[in-house]
């Protein structure tokens, strides 16, 4: 079962900041927490990784409370195309995961 | 570099019919994961493959089943499919010798949607 709580949906306005917040409470200590999206059906693609410090690349950041506990994928500027499904996921695998819902995020023009 | 590779792209099978995926992983990957993806949900964790063996499985029935070969491809069978069987099947891959310390992805294929009729 997925360790994680999601919103259901969000929007964000294009050319803003997009905060996609995730809760993960019941995280083990030599859990990763990850983030992936989905685009209209196609396969999942990789964002960012993180253990415990904060985590940023060339698409997202990702800020991790320091209790771990929760845990927030930023993506910058957002654009219409970063429209998407997007999936936090704990894991200490790196292959096997748990999927929840998601966040159904709307980038408004 | 290719990427993960699932073929075919789209199927359509009769109830009761057995079917075969298959999946190429990325060049240096050695692990293969299988999901299933119903409609409007996120992945299910089918198993996972590694070294020609089922290493981990989900909540499956074992009328799921798979296969790697020595060149780390993977089959994922179904047999005798039911209408709830109808998703989109995801294949992930990673070298699972590269993680000792988590520093690494898996790549997702684009999946084969499955329609059971």
């Known amino acids: 079962d997925a360790k994680t709580t999601q919103p259901t949906s969000m929007d964000c306005a294009e050319g803003r900041a997009a905060n996609l917040p995730c809760n993960h409470s019941?995280?083990?200590?030599?859990?990763?927490v990850y983030w992936y999206r989905q685009i209209h059906s196609q396969g999942p693609q990789y964002i960012i990784h993180?253990?415990?410090n904060n985590e940023t690349n060339e698409m997202a950041s990702l800020i991790i409370t320091e209790d771990r506990k929760s845990s927030t994928l930023i993506l910058p500027h957002a654009t219409l195309r970063d429209t998407a499904v997007y999936y936090c996921i704990v894991t200490n695998t790196g292959n096997q995961f748990y999927f929840g819902t998601g966040t159904s995020l709307t980038v408004i023009p | 570099d290719a990427g993960v590779t699932q073929s075919p792209t789209h199927l359509i099978k009769t109830r009761g019919q057995q079917v075969t995926l298959r999946c190429s992983p990325k060049?240096?990957?050695?692990?293969v994961s299988w999901y299933q993806q119903a409609l409007g949900q996120g992945p299910q964790f089918i198993f996972q493959y590694y070294e020609e063996e089922e290493r981990q499985r989900g909540n499956f029935p074992d009328r799921f089943s798979g296969h790697q070969f020595p060149n780390y491809s993977s089959e994922l069978n179904v047999n005798a499919l039911l209408l709830g069987d109808s998703a989109l099947y995801l294949c992930?891959?990673?070298?699972?010798?590269?993680?000792?310390?988590?520093?690494?992805?898996?790549?997702f294929g684009q999946g084969t949607r499955l329609t059971v009729v």
């Open positions: 992930a891959s990673i070298n699972i010798r590269s993680r000792s310390g988590m520093n690494t992805e898996a790549f």
């Open positions: 993180g253990l415990k």
């Open positions: 060049s240096g990957h050695d692990t």
């Open positions: 019941t995280i083990s200590g030599n859990e990763y």
